[in-house]
């Protein structure tokens, strides 16, 4: 939110100074002020109002707990007092806002008005800037893009018949973490509502299999898409927050609380959400009630070394009405709950069978080669094992199992064979 805006100009006799402000007294002391100003514009009067040189480029500056953004303009003519104007309008803000949005703002403001003043003297001859003529226009205009900004977060405020100010405020978020095969996108908007003919074709084709189930690379796959082309546009939701990526659900994963379960525990109002959102069909046609102490004694219970499958076999009397799967997801959305991956780490060379542990390494058997994790074909050439590549332990199980395409069982079946693997929970 802009907390003032100002228009200040450099004049023979006086040096800097602010010839319009809003609010009034914001940033000079007037009479009819009624608040001290937002901070000492004199100290910092040559930051703004600076030497050519520094003239034609953006200018941040923080003082008082105030961010300051000016864009100060030098245009060189015979027709000023020492061959020069230099003005500034420039934007305060709150020091800990985000600034982003509004570089665009004070940019487009300083080319704007150094166009009207190159056409047709617009700041000299405003009354406020000691012409006569226009009778205080800039200070309108200052009010109105002030008011505007603030309330609408845009303005289109005519000042001619051939000059318009247009200003939006876009928001800036920021990069959206990458988007891997094995994550599963949840969405948190109705897509299919807000789509229409003119999306692109791909995300056209990719958002009905977005169901929070399906991974990156199965909706590839579902979809008929290009999985390159998939992940850009489930970036491109992810950036404006129209998704969430999970990890695939199965019932052979870990899952823990955090310290954050605490939220649960003393936010009724999440309790509520929770228990409506894990109910299945059969708890919401019936009588029976999710309550809040059962709630967090289900999620207390789930701990390390212990899957998913077993606790649900422990719990399967507490469990009755209960959607296991919105159930973890829940958890996982408000961040008290996480997932205890699984990484594979060879800690000797492969055994002199680890060929057959997959079946697409080679056109043919060859001999083990113990020292790089290769094997040798037929023809003296080595070729490296799909599988030594994810054996370092920094691929997830889920990586290994989508990239390979196979299943955990099947995996586990592959690391047997392949020698000595190590299986690390964290």
């Known amino acids: 939110m802009i907390k003032a805006i100002f228009f200040s100009k450099f004049l023979t006799k006086e040096g800097p100074k602010v010839l319009h402000q809003v609010p009034d007294g914001s940033i000079v002391p007037t009479p009819s002020a009624t608040q001290p100003p937002l901070f000492h514009f004199p100290s910092i009067s040559s930051y703004l109002i600076p030497r050519q040189e520094f003239c034609d480029?953006?200018?941040?500056?923080?003082?008082?707990?105030?961010?300051?953004?000016?864009?100060?303009?030098?245009?060189?003519?015979?027709?000023?007092?020492?061959?020069e104007l230099i003005f500034n309008f420039a934007i305060v803000l709150e020091e800990e806002a985000d600034m982003s949005s509004y570089q665009t703002v004070v940019r487009k403001l300083a080319k704007l008005f150094r166009d009207l003043e190159e056409q047709g003297e617009f700041l000299s001859r405003d009354a406020g800037s000691g012409g006569?003529?226009?009778?205080?226009?800039?200070?309108?205009?200052c009010e109105m893009i002030l008011e505007d900004l603030n309330n609408y977060c845009e303005c289109m405020i005519p000042i001619d018949e051939s000059?318009?100010?247009?200003?939006?405020?876009?928001?800036?978020?920021p990069p959206p973490p990458p988007v891997k095969a094995w994550h599963v996108p949840l969405s948190t908007?109705?897509?299919?509502?807000?789509?229409?003919?003119?999306w692109d074709l791909t995300m056209q084709k990719i958002v009905p299999h977005i169901n929070g189930i399906n991974s990156v690379r199965r909706i590839s796959e579902l979809a008929d898409a290009d999985y390159k082309l998939t992940c850009k546009a489930l970036s491109h939701l992810l950036y404006y927050g129209c998704l969430l990526m999970l990890d695939i659900f199965q019932f052979s994963t870990i899952y823990a609380v955090t310290a954050d379960i605490n939220m649960l525990i003393e936010?009724?109002?999440?309790?509520?959400?929770?228990?409506?959102?894990?109910?299945s069909s059969s708890t919401l046609f019936g009588n029976e009630e999710i309550t809040p102490i059962r709630l967090i004694d289900l999620y207390a219970s789930l701990r390390q070394g212990h899957t998913l499958k077993n606790w649900c076999i422990e719990h399967r009397e507490g469990l009755e009405g209960v959607d296991i799967r919105r159930f973890?997801?829940?958890?996982?959305?408000?961040g008290f709950l996480y997932r205890v991956?699984?990484?594979?780490?060879?800690?000797?060379?492969?055994?002199?069978?680890?060929?057959?542990?997959?079946?697409?390494?080679?056109?043919?058997?060859?001999?083990s080669d113990e020292s790089n994790g290769t094997i040798g074909s037929k023809g003296g050439s080595k070729m490296e094992l799909p599988l030594t590549k994810y054996l370092d332990g920094t691929h997830c199980f889920d990586e290994i199992c989508t990239e390979l395409q196979i299943s955990?069982?099947?995996?586990?079946?592959?690391?047997?064979?392949?020698?000595?693997?190590?299986?690390?929970?964290r």
């Open 341 to 367: 991956q699984k990484y594979a780490v060879a800690v000797a060379p492969p055994a002199p069978n680890a060929a057959d542990a997959d079946q697409e390494v080679t056109n043919g058997k060859g001999h």
């Open 267 to 279: 936010d009724k109002a999440m309790q509520e959400e929770c228990a409506r959102y894990i109910a």
């Open 132 to 141: 006569n003529g226009e009778g205080g226009k800039v200070y309108a205009l």
């Open 189 to 198: 908007v109705r897509l299919e509502s807000v789509m229409d003919v003119n």
């Open 163 to 173: 000059n318009t100010i247009n200003i939006k405020l876009f928001p800036m978020y």
């Open 57 to 83: 480029r953006l200018v941040t500056i923080c003082v008082n707990r105030y961010r300051i953004l000016g864009y100060p303009v030098c245009i060189t003519a015979r027709k000023y007092d020492r061959n």
């Open 328 to 334: 973890v997801t829940f958890g996982i959305i408000k």
């Open 408 to 425: 955990e069982k099947e995996l586990l079946s592959k690391l047997k064979r392949y020698g000595d693997v190590q299986i690390v929970h």
